[in-house]
């Protein structure tokens, strides 16, 4: 697993522990996600995957540990200084999170109304140029309520990259979502990532999805990371790694292995 | 299509506010009588033996028709009731006018009648009525037939 | 952990006190984030579009009716001692007083109130103020106080509107219906009615209860659980809180106010 771990680590999660109450989601985390690459963090529900995520993005923090974005330590900066680190984060809720009481425009054009001195009409190209890249046209006027699902993923993909982030957090996109619509996101995620050089985080359990678009997996397991490449996945021979691809995954991933990546 | 559903809403909030604001008006200027502050500013005083139950704003009428309204009650130094009355600055009372507290009705509200005198000199503001009549209560007015004497001076 | 009756009181009671300085917390930070600019304007106008236009009707509505059995049940009572002509008093001085207010208070914690908790509590379990937070807006300034402002602000003007139509409805049953004169209707009104004593104090009531309820309202929202079941417990107890502050707070302001 050398190859991947010698990649510059573009987040990097450190001996991280964190609890809810009684409970221990991690008690000792580490793991690496590396700059301009797709890594997928998979593992069971309740192993934390999303919180990962959460941590990542500063709104969640660990009890002790370091959450290093971008060369920043997120778990100790303050509301301030997280605004900052926050500028070069995407993120991609799970149901998109837009603001529902906002047409499409408003809601892609948002950061931009708030945080430059952009006027409207420069606003409007910068959204019609992200939602083009997405693959829509003609939405502007519509409310999050009356998309379908897949284009509500790909509005929300369309403001997490409007500020031109470098790290683009996405949390399980592929959920409710029909296989096209599963293709055509991870077709563009390839293209964020392979086009633009972003670095994509993405937690999902859709296993064929995942070890197709990947070019790492975490996979979370008891509070532990497993960083690896579909192929030495498959072959690790770890029993929690065996146990959680079962056989068909094993295959693809072995199939996705022999085939060279992509 | 957009910008004017956005502008129509804005317009009917613009409706709402000055509506409820008309309403606030209304309550404080027409029945809260704000309004006729701008018609008082000459104050005289009447002391009372007794003012029954003479309130503050209790209107102040000449020959029924209202000039003012009470502006405050205290104790004087011999214990009596000292009335402030607010009024039309524009009115000329002689020297020698009374002032009295009267029922409207036999049952309702109380207020202040001003019987203007006959001599040639006026009364200027902050001075006192010479001559004043107190409120005239139903109880005592019964006592006094009970016992005979509903004709007796007081 | 020791579990007696004294030691469930004890613990109900500091955490009760803990709440209270939450809210007192947040209510500071809604008044910071009204001063920070910018000044939201575009959002203040759209909560109170919600809160208030798309109230109106409710209000006039309920305003006339209560009008009118004031009117009713003040006439039949007044009747009895041959003071009739003494309804516009008692119409007006009970809804400025009191009903304004306090009617108006709790139809607008049921109509708007709800839906404000609701709406935020929604925001919470659809990660909506988590989305702004990543985009480095503060929900506080951009949901939060937009909605509380409103509440706080349209509070007096529909208590106003309600007493305006309750008036009204009140003169609708006492001259129309009963037949008394419309003219001594209104000049007992008028009589009666102070500005100090009782249309000041029905404004200062309402906005209080205005800003109270903003507080509250957002402040259950804002802390729901991110869940359907947690939304719905945290709009209940917040129309339920709200209720019973409003009536104290009513009470109080009453003493306070000497009359």
């Known amino acids: ?70 060369g920043e330590d997120v778990a100790a900066l303050s509301e301030r200084g997280l605004q900052r680190v926050r500028r070069r984060l995407g993120m991609l809720f799970q149901d998109g999170a837009l603001l529902d009481s906002m047409t499409v425009l408003e809601n892609v054009g948002l950061p931009l109304r708030e945080h430059t001195k952009l006027g409207e009409a420069e606003i409007r190209d910068a959204v019609h140029e992200r939602l083009a890249a997405v693959g829509l046209h003609d939405v502007d006027e519509l409310l999050p309520g009356e998309l379908s699902g897949g284009m509500l993923r790909r509005v929300a993909l369309a403001r997490a990259i409007i500020m031109d982030p470098e790290i683009v957090l996405c949390d399980e996109p592929f959920s409710g979502l029909d296989p096209p619509n599963v293709e055509r996101i991870e077709a563009l995620f390839r293209e964020l990532c392979h086009d633009r050089g972003l670095t994509l985080i993405v937690t999902s359990h859709h296993m064929a999805s995942s070890l197709r678009m990947s070019d790492q997996i975490v996979l979370l397991q008891h509070g532990r990371a497993v960083l690896g490449d579909p192929g030495e996945l498959a072959t690790s021979g770890d029993a929690d790694i065996t146990d959680f691809l079962g056989a068909d995954g094993a295959a693809l991933a072995r199939q996705i292995a022999r085939e060279g990546h992509r | 299509m957009k910008t004017s559903t956005a502008a129509v809403r804005d317009f009917v909030v613009g409706v709402f506010v000055l509506a409820s604001l008309l309403a606030v008006a209304y309550l404080s200027a ?125 | 952990m020791t579990d007696t009756p004294i030691h469930r009181l004890g613990r109900f009671g500091s955490s009760w006190i803990v709440g209270l300085g939450r809210i007192a917390n947040f209510a500071g930070g809604i008044v910071l984030a009204i001063v920070r600019p910018p000044w939201r304007v575009q959002r203040v106008v759209r909560a109170v579009y919600d ?120 003169y609708v049953v006492g001259v129309e219906l009963v037949g008394l004169d419309g003219g001594s209707y209104m000049a007992s009104l008028e009589n009666a009615v102070g500005f100090r004593d009782d249309v000041l104090q029905s404004l200062v009531k309402s906005a209080v209860f205005g800003a109270l309820l903003g507080v509250i309202a957002t402040y259950r929202g804002f802390t729901s659980p991110g869940n359907a079941m947690g939304v719905s417990r945290s709009t209940t107890s917040a129309v339920v809180t709200t209720s019973v502050w409003l009536l104290l707070a009513d009470y109080v302001i009453t003493a306070f106010w000497g009359v």
């Not at chain 3, 109509?111 to 807006?137: F, H, N």
Request: charged fraction near 20%; include cysteine.
């Open chain 3, 51 to 170: 809160a208030g236009v798309l109230s109106v009707a409710l209000i006039c509505g309920a305003g006339f009716a209560v009008g009118m059995v004031l009117g009713l049940q003040g006439y039949t009572t007044l009747v009895r001692f041959g003071a009739q002509e003494s309804l516009g008093a008692v119409v007006g001085l009970v809804l400025i007083r009191e009903l304004g207010p306090v009617v108006t208070g709790l139809l607008v914690i049921g109509r708007a109130g709800s839906a404000t908790t609701a709406e935020i509590g929604a925001m919470v379990s659809t990660q909506q103020l988590d989305g702004l937070r990543m985009m480095s807006i503060d929900p506080m300034h951009f949901v939060v106080m937009p909605k509380a402002l409103a509440l706080a602000f349209v509070m007096p003007l529909l208590s106003s509107l309600f007493i305006v139509f309750g008036v009204f409805g009140g």
């Open chain 2, 30 to 154: 027409s029945l809260g009588g704000l309004s006729y502050k701008g018609a008082g500013g000459f104050e005289l005083v009447a002391i009372f033996d007794d003012i029954g139950g003479l309130s503050q704003r209790s209107p102040v009428k000449i020959s029924g028709v209202k000039v003012g309204q009470v502006k405050a009650i205290q104790l004087d130094e011999d214990l009596r009731a000292r009335v402030a009355l607010d009024l039309d600055p524009s009115l000329e009372l002689p020297i020698d006018s009374s002032a009295s507290i009267r029922t409207a009705g036999l049952l309702g509200d109380q207020f202040v009648s001003l019987e203007p005198g006959a001599e040639d000199q006026l009364l200027g503001p902050g001075e006192t009525f010479t001559y004043t009549e107190s409120a005239l209560s139903l109880d005592k007015l019964v006592g006094r037939l009970v016992h005979g004497d509903a004709f007796g001076d007081d």
């Open chain 1, 1 to 70: 697993m050398a190859n991947v771990d010698s990649r510059e680590a573009h987040v990097e999660i450190d001996s991280v522990r964190l609890g809810f109450g009684e409970r221990d989601v991690f008690e000792d985390l580490s793991c690496r996600f590396a700059r301009a690459r797709i890594t997928v963090l998979m593992g069971g529900s309740g192993t934390g995957k999303s919180t990962v995520l959460r941590m990542i993005a500063g709104l969640q923090r660990p009890d002790s540990g370091r959450v290093v974005v971008a």
